[in-house]
């Protein structure tokens, strides 16, 4: 799940350091991870066209339980929000992120989904996310867009290594995307996580090289870049969650967990057989 850039003409309070986590606490993390990522494997066997999205929350939602976790999302509550009543995101096509599941809605042949999940193991997060081509008849510029996505994630990820900086991430990002003619989503970012779910750093995916704050060993925080085949800007529906493309363009997302360790990046929620398309 996305940390929404709340806008207010107060100003802004400066945030506080990151967090940066111990041994110990890295290898919770690392564990939160690896289940994060098996959570989506389990997904991703079941998406197919007939599904309904409320099938696959059910299935997050026993998958975890029985692994002694807690589903993040659920009951999540945000500014001016009803609280999540999901235990995962499923946004369909032109939705962004915080798709809510539903049984109404039902995969169809040729529709996209992204799946967002986010368990809570041993008091510790593991965020991700993977979009899905629903069926055989999903478009070519669909499946360019979604594996465009991932490329430009990776890309961020790239980008992660000790002294760099947050800036550093959302200027490769951005900088592939737009080369490409996409919108790179503004309204929402990764964010730091560890014991709480959304921390310090704010990272945008887009910026400039050398800003923002600096990446430092022990950090760890999401990358999970929005990208849009036509403009950036979004709208929030009257759920109080589900953001959606404000011109019904599809949108594509994915999202990795990952730590600054002393001699580059390491994700933390790897899939199976998972490897950069770098």
């Known amino acids: ?10 100003r802004p309070r400066r945030p506080g350091p990151s967090p940066r986590l111990g041994p110990a606490e890295i290898e919770e993390m690392r564990a939160a991870g690896r289940f994060a990522a098996e959570l989506l494997d389990a997904v991703a066997e079941r998406v197919r066209p007939g599904v309904s999205t409320g099938e696959l929350d059910r299935l997050v939602e026993s998958l975890t339980r029985a692994r002694g976790a807690r589903s993040a999302p659920h009951g999540y509550r945000s500014a001016g929000a009803p609280p999540f009543p999901g235990h995962c995101c499923t946004s369909v096509n032109d939705v962004v992120c915080h798709g809510i599941p539903d049984d109404a809605r039902v995969l169809r042949d040729g529709d996209i989904v992204n799946v967002d999940v986010t368990p809570v193991l041993g008091g510790f997060h593991g965020d991700t996310s993977r979009t899905f081509a629903v069926g055989d008849s999903v478009s ?5 867009l979604i594996a465009d ?3 430009a994630l990776w890309l961020g990820i790239r980008a992660v290594l000790p002294g760099a900086r947050t800036g550093d991430i959302g200027h490769a990002i951005a900088s592939f995307a737009e080369s490409r003619g996409y919108g790179v989503v503004r309204e929402f970012t990764g964010h730091g996580v560890g014991r709480q779910f959304h921390t310090a750093p704010t990272i945008y995916h887009y910026g400039r090289p050398g800003a923002g704050e600096p990446l430092l060993p022990g950090m760890t925080f999401t990358i999970e870049p929005m990208i849009n085949l036509g403009h950036w800007r979004t ?10 493309t404000a011109d019904g363009s599809l949108s594509a997302q994915w999202e990795h967990t990952l730590l600054v360790t002393e001699e580059g990046v390491e994700v933390l929620t790897l899939g199976s057989g998972e490897t950069p398309p770098l």
Do not use: C, F, N, Y
């Not at 799940?1 to 107060?10: D, F, G, L, Q, W």
């Not at 070519?140 to 360019?144: E, K, W």
């Not at 709208?235 to 959606?244: K, M």
């Open 1 to 10: 799940m996305v940390k929404r850039i709340r806008k207010s003409r107060a």
């Open 140 to 144: 070519p510029r669909a499946r360019q």
């Open 149 to 151: 996505a991932r490329r």
């Open 235 to 244: 709208q929030i529906l009257g759920d109080g969650w589900t953001a959606v």
